[in-house]
């Protein structure tokens, strides 16, 4: 049974910092395009970053660029997302997803395992 869990979320000034995890049971992430999807209240669910199976090609989303910082190691079967200047509208629930293509811009329908989100809250 696959597990996809996500931690590291929580409540933050603005100009602060994060890193959440994602740790899966069930499937090795080295197989797969791992990627990082945020909903905020009211909104869709976006692609943030991405990254693939074999760690030499990443994307971001314009509204991280140059802030977050996606990783991976396989050897832990976990994934990373440092999250610097964090500003209000990064609040969301933050998702990680496992999926078999790697393309820009991120697809919902390319990921196939999920996990429940952390909630990540920026305050002004």
């Known amino acids: 049974q696959v597990q996809v869990v996500e931690s590291g979320g929580g409540l933050v000034q603005a100009g602060g910092s994060l890193r959440l995890s994602c740790t899966a049971s069930?499937?090795?992430?080295?197989?797969?395009?791992m990627g990082w999807f945020r909903q905020a209240p009211g909104k869709e669910r976006e692609g943030v970053s991405c990254v693939k199976w074999s760690g030499s090609s990443t994307y971001y989303a314009d509204s991280v660029k140059g802030r977050f910082t996606i990783s991976r190691d396989n050897a832990k079967n976990t994934l990373y997302l440092q999250m610097n200047s964090l500003k209000p509208e990064d609040t969301a629930m933050y998702y990680c997803?496992?999926?078999?293509?790697?393309?820009?811009?991120?697809?919902?329908?390319?990921?196939?395992?999920w996990g429940q989100g952390t909630q990540v809250t920026v305050s002004s």
């Open positions: 069930g499937l090795s992430i080295e197989d797969y395009a």
């Open positions: 997803a496992a999926g078999n293509i790697f393309r820009f811009p991120m697809r919902k329908g390319d990921f196939g395992y």
